[in-house]
């Protein structure tokens, strides 16, 4: 794993970095295709992109990198949470915002959020950014297991018993496709990443990834 690590003394100054490289990349290209995911850490992330003046959402396609089985209302929704924190707040085409989908079964919201990245990227699915996490037993987007990330699968089923609802989420396939793939971490999660690494964590099958993280 070649590690990309960068510490910050604070949340804010982590969140302000992070801005800065959303800015930084729209002005090398026209249009940006970036994958958000959820949790807690990125709710301030969102909340300080949402004020930011300088970056124009026209040019930019947000995509979920992973999502519960439920209805967007639904609290535990990751798109409900980005909506509330991000997409309400700001002036983005609708048409720019690709959620995964709530349908009547699972396999149809797949397949749909399937159909939705084959259109825009084409055959290979090829995002400038993915912002991911880590949860404390090591899983990023819903991979809880090795064997979930190790699917060649576009976007898979993953369910935890761990973790409640089933969830849908791109596969590592398209995961490690990815420009730049950044991890946002606070505190809590720095031990994941002491050496050696462990390499039964699905985190660890991420290639080349950046680490920001802060310590306060």
């Given at each position: ?22 800015e930084?990349?729209?002005r ?10 959820g ?21 930019i ?16 929704s ?14 983005i ?39 991911l996490?880590?949860g ?6 819903s991979i ?21 609802h ?13 420009k730049?793939k ?11 990443l ?23």
């Amino acid at each position: 794993m070649n590690n990309k690590m960068k510490k910050f003394n604070s949340q804010e100054e982590m969140n302000k970095y992070s801005i800065e490289i959303i800015e930084d990349e729209l002005r090398k290209k026209k249009t940006l295709s970036i994958g958000f995911s959820g949790g807690k850490t990125p709710i301030s992330f969102f909340k300080l992109l949402s004020l930011d003046t300088n970056i124009d959402w026209s040019r930019i396609n947000v995509f979920l990198v992973d999502e519960r089985w439920v209805p967007f209302t639904h609290e535990d929704s990751n798109f409900g949470m980005i909506k509330r924190t991000l997409f309400d707040k700001i002036s983005i085409p609708q048409e720019n915002v690709h959620r995964i989908p709530y349908f009547n079964t699972p396999k149809e919201s797949l397949l749909k959020y399937q159909k939705d990245l084959k259109k825009f990227f084409g055959t290979n699915i090829v995002f400038d950014l993915l912002f991911l996490g880590i949860g404390s037993d090591g899983h990023t987007a819903s991979i809880f297991e090795l064997e979930e990330g190790l699917k060649d699968d576009d976007v898979i089923f993953t369910h935890s018993e761990r973790h409640p609802h089933l969830r849908i989420s791109l596969g590592m396939k398209v995961i490690n496709l990815a420009k730049r793939k950044i991890f946002l971490l606070g505190p809590e999660k720095l031990e994941l990443l002491e050496e050696p690494l462990d390499t039964n964590l699905p985190f660890t099958l991420v290639e080349d990834p950046e680490f920001l993280y802060y310590t306060k």
